[in-house]
């Protein structure tokens, strides 16, 4: 399945959030749009980059909506491994 990156320049995670997400990643559990989390990249500045497995973009954008998030630019990424 296609992977997708889409960055975040002012989001700052709280807590819970990161714990959530991190939760997400390691379950590997598909959401209702057949999307799943990779990955998480933040830093307390609030900048934030998401590495998302789904179908297509607007799986993406769909999964990030759901959890009340803009996700801007989102682009298509291949992997090393």
Do not use: W
């Not at 296609?2 to 709280?14: C, E, I, Q, R, S």
């Not at 959030?17 to 598909?30: D, N, W």
């Not at 980059?49 to 996700?71: K, M, T, W, Y």
């Amino acid at each position: 399945m296609p992977k997708f990156v889409d960055y975040h320049a002012d989001l700052k995670l709280p807590a819970e959030a990161i714990q959530m997400l991190r939760e997400a990643a390691k379950s590997g559990t598909y959401d209702k749009f057949q999307s799943r989390q990779l990955e998480v990249f933040y830093n307390a500045d609030g900048k934030v980059f998401c590495i998302v497995e789904a179908p297509n973009e607007e799986a993406v954008r769909q999964r990030h909506a759901s959890l009340g998030v803009d996700c801007g630019d989102v682009h298509q990424v291949k992997s090393l491994l």
